[in-house]
């Protein structure tokens, strides 16, 4: 099955800094990748995605990374601001496995 | 502008109560899930729903049932509470697996 992950568990940064968030899967197989952001006591939001025909992707202040080679992604976000501090999930789906696997999240902390 | 509305959103269960959770999408989504979120663990997936009339066992569907008699509805049922069923529960719908699952606000369960 698919296994997805984050490397750390908590992450702080100075406002107007980029955030780099990153993420590793198990599944090579896997082909399709969500980014979500959620605030405390809120769901998660969808943020950005990518499919494994792709190796980047650009949102509005977010750019989503794909490294198939090393099986990792990577969420950067330009000029943080106090507004993204959040746990951010990647989730992942692929091979016989239709349903998306989560990974544990990264709670990122802007720092004024 | 409803999009995903969770009944109820707190709930406390004595150990051995039953109750139902309503989840209601107005998108005319096929598919929807239910989660479940503990600390530092992610969503972990509990059943899901391709469509009106099917349900699908997730990773962790044990003391759970769910039934999806309506497109647009989705209940998760507990039959008998326990402890360990104390968790945010979240249900989510999308188009495609491979589309943006759109979530609702949470229900906080406590079994006591």
């Known amino acids: 099955g698919e296994s997805v992950g984050l490397h750390l568990p908590t992450l702080s940064v100075q406002e107007g800094d980029n955030s780099i968030i990153n993420c590793a899967y198990s599944n090579s197989a896997s082909d399709y990748f969500i980014w979500y952001k959620q605030e405390s006591g809120k769901g998660p939001q969808f943020i950005i995605d990518i499919r494994s025909n792709m190796d980047k992707r650009q949102g509005q202040r977010v750019t989503v990374l794909l490294n198939k080679t090393v099986k990792h992604l990577s969420l950067q976000i330009a000029a943080t601001q106090p507004g993204d501090s959040a746990v951010y999930f990647c989730a992942g789906l692929g091979g016989s496995a239709r349903q998306l696997t989560f990974g544990s999240g990264t709670q990122l902390t802007v720092l004024p | 502008n409803a999009g995903v509305t969770q009944t109820p959103k707190f709930r406390v269960l004595k150990t051995g109560q039953s109750m139902t959770l309503l989840c209601a999408q107005d998108m005319n989504h096929e598919y929807m899930y239910w989660y479940r979120q503990d600390p530092g663990m992610g969503l972990r997936l509990i059943h899901y729903s391709v469509g009106e009339g099917t349900t699908a066992k997730g990773e962790v569907p044990d003391g759970y049932n769910v039934s999806r008699l309506k497109k647009q509805n989705f209940l998760l049922g507990l039959e008998s509470a326990a402890p360990s069923q104390t968790s945010v529960y979240f249900c989510?719908?999308?188009?495609?697996?491979?589309?943006?699952?759109?979530f609702g606000q949470g229900t906080r369960l406590t079994v006591v």
């Open positions: 989510a719908s999308s188009y495609l697996p491979t589309t943006e699952a759109f």
